[in-house]
């Protein structure tokens, strides 16, 4: 049973670009979390989506930063126009349920985005 | 065995008491973080660590690098402790590796 796996582990783009990151959730799990890690900070929420629908966005940047969980295949978080400081590891983790600690977080292993 | 490990699993006790939760790890780490996970789901960055202690209200967390070990303690424990804290490391590729939580239940 394979756990959150994320995709790709690296990802480096320029300036302008857009950047896409791929999450699929552990079997069984339909509720999705997205986190940011800034360098030198902690893990920052970003956004909470079950199946199609985005629940939390309260930690989601205003402009340029998307995220979905379709039906069917990975959650995708999609940053356009990337800028130098939207580098940072983002992380993704799921759940069960939206109930902890009987329905705990499993997280990813993270994709290192790096804009030059 | 697991890269990081955490101790105990499960950790019942009484409101008012001193709470230690261990992690070890042994991988090359960049940093250690703490967080908690609340009973309503959400997750909260408690401490990121490389070196030394660092203390924020009733919560200490420290970390020996040379013994790959860090502990979260919580003073004057309370109801509202209860959660599942989680030790995470970011090691050498700034990649995170999760220990598998501690549960704690305070009881008043």
């Known amino acids: 049973n394979a756990g959150v796996m994320q995709n790709p582990r690296h990802l480096v783009r320029r300036r302008g670009q857009e950047a896409r990151l791929r999450c699929s959730p552990m079997?069984?799990?339909?509720?999705v979390y997205w986190y940011r890690q800034l360098p030198e900070e902690g893990l920052k929420f970003m956004v909470y989506l079950q199946k199609e629908n985005i629940i939390d966005e309260s930690g989601m940047p205003k402009e340029r930063f998307s995220a979905e969980f379709p039906k069917e295949g990975p959650s995708i978080l999609r940053i356009q126009q990337v800028v130098r400081g939207d580098s940072a590891a983002y992380f993704c983790?799921?759940?069960?349920?939206?109930?902890?600690?009987?329905?705990?977080?499993?997280f990813g292993n993270g994709t290192r985005l790096t804009v030059t | 065995k697991n890269e990081v490990e955490q101790s105990p699993q499960n950790l019942t006790a009484q409101e008012g008491e001193f709470i230690t939760i261990n992690c070890s790890y042994s991988?090359?780490?960049?940093?250690l973080h703490w967080l908690q996970q609340h009973p309503g789901g959400g997750i909260v960055s408690l401490f990121m660590l490389s070196s030394g202690k660092k203390k924020h209200g009733r919560l200490i967390a420290t970390i020996n690098i040379q013994e790959k070990h860090s502990s979260l303690h919580i003073t004057a424990s309370h109801p509202r402790d209860s959660a599942v804290y989680i030790c995470?490391?970011?090691?050498?590729?700034?990649?995170?590796?999760w220990g598998a939580g501690t549960k704690l239940i305070i009881k008043p």
């Open positions: 991988v090359g780490i960049s940093a």
């Open positions: 995470a490391v970011n090691d050498s590729n700034y990649q995170l590796i």
């Open positions: 983790a799921s759940s069960q349920t939206h109930r902890g600690p009987n329905s705990p977080l499993h």
């Open positions: 079997k069984g799990h339909s509720h």
